[in-house]
């Protein structure tokens, strides 16, 4: 038997759990990045503001361009299987350059997206808590900023742990965690639909331009409103970086990928029908948004729907966490980031010292943000901004990979084609409407973040040439998998 | 997960079989374009039935990820028939004059045991039942002090069984350093099993396994005298059957 050419005995990613996660743990991962419980409470109120009775139409438009996304990512999880997720993918079609741009654009994406979710399940829970102690008339400012912090902390702590305790564990607890926390809101919904509305509601969808309901939306108000739907779907990705660990990735992994965005889509689309089917229900129905006051809202509705949501940042956290430090033990094995982050837990299989260099930075900023005062909403809305940003850059970095990618296999087809262009236009549209009507701040912070972001490539230019040319690594065929190579041969 | 099969696209299931045939047949690398080419199967439908092959693991993507093989799975497709030299079967049947334990020869196939020549008077647990607890049995301990432990959880056959990961894998290390796997009623609580591997002359690699089983209290014995005796055995087998 001859020696198979270009075929290691062991992969470049070894040391994490290979093939060890079943296909629902998959789906959680991808699911739980999401946040859809949390997405579903608060995501449709603000695409209303601003598109009206259109709200579902800005929706559908967001998921077809997560649509055309997830077609592009899922050419390649089909393909190859990497700890890295999308820049791993980006690496195969665009070389380096793209490559690096798309991790650094991933590790802010997600390393933010971590953030936003403790700081989500701190401002909902602080606020919740502080009601249920002291009743909604008093002044509860310092305890909810103290429970935040506590929260923070308590999370924190808890998400790094099941991180390093393995990806089966973790993937379990999303699971239960996602399906109570979707289950809790929709049952909410529906329930505020009914009683809030007990007669025919206004017909919600009845095209953009003819909304005249909300008072706003309009074909320009429906386009606006794309953005913040498209937020809501973040994170729909996350399943590509558990390409190792996952068993059948081939399989798992892409399909994980377009269930979350149709599920997610779908969810979406209820829960804004049924917000505009009962204008006012839940406005107040939720904690934080209590600004409109003298509502008696301490209702069991109320308290359901924060808890679903703290429980869905919880797993948020957690989630993109795990993509995160996976990320980073990419880079790590790369040469492209210290060695030290390539390490993995001897017993757990996990990028155990990526956890644990991770995890306080992100909750420092949380905490430290809380502490000096600024409101809960700002650090939140902020976080959530630079994070959409982040993965809006990944995603259209591997659209314009895709098939480049695809043509250099000699696997080219017409539909992938048409694919990427659509969903490169369109993300460069709202990426480019994003940065045009950003505040100061958020443009200082894109700023800051691409000059650190050069800065570094070109330290590694000089420094690191070959770790960058060989950016890219995945779970590649090894002699073990190839029927016929010279391993443990079978008798003749 | 899966939905009930309708069988309504035969010419899909065709091109697959096709597809894993020719890939078969011209050998390491082949790239999609080639079969496509090759078996007039429109290039998208190539593709897309590549990657489900892919998937389901039957082709594996080789790492420049254009060129593919058959992967490990498609051995499961046609599992070799083991013929057992008349010659291995002599050894077998003077070793059992020896002893009054049952003795059996298997064969390793990749992560398979499959009996070469097993006693008649004592008929062994199914070959399927070993192959799916190795950790379990003295047979799949010599197959897996090769590898390593198997993925999942370790079942608990008997309140004997070695379910804990990391004594498992100190017996392992105890498997390779003396060349003898046992066990004493961890698979069947009143029997156990001695076990040395068959390596091939040449580069030895691990073709079989020699076994004997008998009363669990007593092949926990030392039984310096039966080792060695499986090991002649062992070591007359080997260029009978590599």
């Known amino acids: 038997m001859a020696r198979i050419p270009g075929l290691r005995s062991r992969s470049p990613v070894a040391g994490l759990h290979r093939r060890a996660l079943r296909p629902l743990g998959v789906f959680a991962q991808s699911v739980a990045t999401t946040a859809p419980a949390g997405a579903m409470a608060s995501t449709p ?38 700890a890295g997720g999308l820049y791993s993918f980006t690496a195969k079609g665009l070389g380096a350059g793209g490559a690096y741009a798309c991790a650094v654009a991933m590790i802010v994406g997600y390393g933010v997206l971590v953030a936003v979710a403790l700081s989500g399940a701190s401002w909902y829970g602080g606020a919740l808590l502080a009601r249920l102690l002291s009743g909604p008339a008093a002044d509860t400012g310092a305890v909810a900023a103290g429970t935040g912090v506590v929260l923070v ?84 990705d996350s399943a590509a970086s558990l390409g190792v660990e996952a068993r059948r990735p081939f399989a798992s992994v892409p399909r994980a990928i377009l269930a ?39 209702s069991w509705a109320s308290v359901l729907m924060d808890l679903g949501i703290v429980a869905s940042f919880g797993a948020c956290a957690l989630a993109a966490l795990n993509t995160l430090v996976r990320v980073l033990f990419s880079l790590a094995r790369e040469g492209v980031a210290p060695a030290v982050l390539g390490r993995t837990h001897r017993r757990h299989l996990t990028p155990a010292v990526a956890v644990t260099v991770a995890v306080p930075v992100i909750a420092a900023v949380v905490v430290v943000g809380t502490l000096a005062g600024v409101p809960p909403a700002t650090v939140f809305g902020a976080l959530v901004s630079v994070a959409t ?45 994003v940065l045009a009507n950003a505040g100061t701040g958020l443009l200082i912070t894109v700023a800051a973040l691409v000059a650190v972001g050069a800065g570094g490539w070109l330290v590694l230019r000089v420094r690191r040439a070959a770790a960058l040319r060989g950016m890219g690594v995945y779970d590649e065929t090894t002699t073990a998998d190839v029927l016929g190579a010279p391993t443990s041969a079978p008798p003749r | 997960m899966t939905s009930p099969i309708s069988g309504r696209q035969p010419q899909a299931v065709r091109s697959a079989l096709l597809i894993l045939e020719e890939v078969a047949a011209a050998g390491v690398g082949i790239t999609a374009k080639e079969i ?47 013929a057992t ?41 199914d070959a399927d ?22 993925d999942g959880p370790l079942a608990r056959l008997t309140p004997h069984t070695t379910v804990d990961p990391e004594r498992l894998r100190t017996l ?70 590599a």
């Open chain 1, 389 to 433: 940003l982040g993965f809006l850059a990944a995603y259209l970095l591997v659209c314009v990979a895709a098939p480049r990618f695809l043509a250099r296999i000699g696997e080219l087809t017409r539909g992938i084609v048409v694919a990427a262009v659509l969903a490169s236009a369109a993300l460069v549209a709202i990426l480019v409407v």
């Open chain 2, 36 to 82: 496509s080419t090759a078996l007039r199967i429109p290039p998208a439908t190539t593709y897309r039935l590549l990657n489900l092959l892919v998937a389901e693991e039957y082709l594996v993507r080789l790492p420049d990820l254009g060129g593919f093989a058959l992967g490990r799975r498609s051995a499961n497709l046609a599992p070799l028939p083991l």
């Open chain 1, 153 to 236: 902390v308590a999370l924190a702590i808890t998400a790094a742990v099941c991180a390093i305790r393995g990806v089966r564990l973790a993937g379990r607890v999303m699971l239960v965690i996602e399906a109570a926390s979707i289950g809790l809101i929709l049952v909410v919904l529906v329930a505020l639909a009914l009683t809030t509305a007990p007669t025919v509601p206004a017909p919600p969808v009845g095209g953009g331009a003819g909304g005249g309901v909300g008072g706003v939306g309009g074909v320009g108000g429906v386009a606006v409103g794309v953005l913040p739907a498209l937020a809501a779907f973040i994170g729909f």
């Open chain 1, 260 to 298: 979350t965005a149709g599920v997610t889509a779908v969810l979406y689309l209820v829960a804004t029908l049924v917000v505009l089917a009962a204008p006012g229900a839940t406005e107040g129905a939720t904690s934080p948004p209590t600004g409109v006051g003298g509502v008696d809202d301490l």
């Open chain 1, 45 to 82: 109120l603000l695409v209303i503001a601003v598109a009206g009775s259109g709200a579902p139409w800005s929706f559908a438009i967001a998921a077809v361009v997560v649509g055309l996304v997830a077609a592009c990512i899922t050419a390649f999880a089909r393909r190859m299987a990497a």
């Open chain 2, 85 to 125: 030299p008349t010659a291995a079967r002599t050894v077998m049947r003077r070793l059992r004059e020896r002893v009054r334990w049952g003795a059996h020869l298997v064969a390793f196939d990749r992560h398979r045991l499959q009996f070469l020549d097993p006693d008649p008077d004592h008929p062994p647990t």
């Open chain 2, 129 to 150: 039942e070993l192959s799916r607890h190795p950790h379990a049995t003295g047979l799949g301990r010599l197959l897996l002090a090769e590898h390593d432990l198997p």
């Open chain 2, 172 to 241: 392992l290390a105890e498997v390779r350093e003396s060349g003898v796997a046992r066990q004493c009623g961890e698979f069947h609580a009143a029997l156990g099993c001695l076990a040395v591997a068959i390596r091939a002359p040449g580069d030895g690699r691990l073709v079989a396994g020699l076994a004997l089983t008998g009363p669990a209290d007593r092949v926990a014995a030392p039984n310096a005298e039966l080792i060695d005796l499986l090991r002649d055995h062992a070591a007359e087998l080997a260029p009978l059957l």
